[in-house]
């Protein structure tokens, strides 16, 4: 297997990238000239270097100047701590922090929990957000629940609902689900402002 082979298997591996569009990036970064390539590989090592992940909400964040592995929304005084929205990756939060409608904490999940899948504990951070809930005492008022809207998305609701309701209920939490603000098979990822305002708005 040549260069141009070994490159455009790595890219296929990125989410949403097909054959022909990792092939594409390859040609690209062929065309270019040597310089670009070498930036492009510094910035990745410095990506590795720089990004660390938060130890309560599991979110990639740069590092700040403490290094104490605590990224600036869980560090915040300022956000809701009676609010904690569970989500599936980094993407998803950057959607709802960029809407401007969420000031909660959050957890990501770490992906969602497949329709046919016998060790779903390996797939997601379930037990991590046990232990977060746990950890949150008597300030968490809510939990709310903000996947895709596809069955995929639909079923890890369910999964989850089902692992954390025994703790919420003890502590007396509400868990709520994102309203109908979005459409069937909408990624949350996507979605726009006003989309992620009328579902957060009409959770239930």
Not at 56 to 82: G, Q, T, Y
Not at 131 to 152: G, H, V, Y
Request: hydrophobic share 35%; aromatic share 8%.
């Amino acid at each position: 297997m040549n260069s141009i082979e070994k490159l455009t298997e790595i890219f296929k591996e990125f989410p949403g990238i097909g054959e022909r569009q990792a092939k594409r990036f390859v040609y690209f970064l062929v065309f270019r000239n040597g310089s670009y390539a070498e930036n492009l590989s510094k910035l990745i090592l410095e990506l590795k270097k720089e990004v660390a992940q938060c130890k309560e909400c599991f979110r990639f964040f740069i590092l700040n100047a403490k290094k104490d592995n605590i990224c600036e929304i869980c560090a915040d005084p300022h956000s809701d701590s009676s609010a904690l929205m569970v989500i599936e990756k980094d993407s998803d939060l950057e959607s709802m922090k960029k809407s401007r409608v969420y000031h909660g904490k959050y957890f990501i999940l770490g992906g969602l929990v497949p329709i046919v899948e016998k060790d779903t504990k390996s797939r997601v951070r379930i037990e991590e957000l046990k232990t977060r809930i746990k950890k949150a005492d008597n300030e968490l008022k809510e939990i709310i629940l903000a996947f895709s809207l596809n069955p995929q998305g639909e079923h890890t609701d369910v999964y989850v609902r089902g692992e954390i309701k025994g703790i919420a209920e003890k502590s007396g939490i509400k868990i709520s689900s994102l309203g109908r603000g979005l459409s069937t098979g909408t990624e949350l990822e996507y979605s726009d402002n006003d989309t992620l305002r009328n579902a957060l708005k009409n959770r239930q």
